[in-house]
């Protein structure tokens, strides 16, 4: 499975991005996710979604991000509103096979693939 991301860059405090992530390969995994990871910080969970379409969202995100998948795209979509500086990181996607919910599906230990990233910065 590989997985690009794209849609990053930078924008105000209280603006908007729309970050997406197309899978190739084997894609029929459980769990699909962003997580972000600031300079100095560990890699946190964002948003997951599973197979049956559940999502979770951490709670600093929760009403601002929305995650969403588009399976005859192959494509995982991560809408954020009202973006706020202590949202900048690089964001990453990633794939997993491990049937969590939950605030487990947000732990990084339960995905098997992971994008590259994108960089987001909010001023």
């Known amino acids: 499975v590989q997985l690009v991301e794209s849609g990053g860059g930078s924008v105000q405090a209280g603006g908007s991005l729309r970050l997406s992530c197309v899978a190739s390969?084997?894609?029929?995994?459980?769990?699909a996710g962003w997580f972000r990871q600031a300079p100095g910080k560990e890699r946190e969970g964002v948003a997951t979604?599973?197979?049956?379409?559940?999502?979770y969202y951490a709670d600093s995100v929760k009403g601002r991000f929305t995650i969403s998948k588009d399976n005859s795209k192959n494509t995982l979509y991560l809408e954020m509103t009202t973006l706020k500086p202590e949202d900048t990181a690089m964001y990453y996607c990633?794939?997993?096979?491990?049937?969590?919910?939950?605030?487990?599906?947000?732990?990084?230990?339960?995905?098997?693939?992971w994008g590259q990233g994108t960089q987001v910065t909010v001023s």
């Open positions: 390969g084997y894609t029929s995994t459980y769990l």
């Open positions: 990633a794939t997993g096979w491990s049937a969590q919910f939950g605030p487990l599906a947000l732990v990084p230990h339960y995905y098997n693939y």
């Open positions: 979604i599973d197979t049956a379409c559940r999502t």
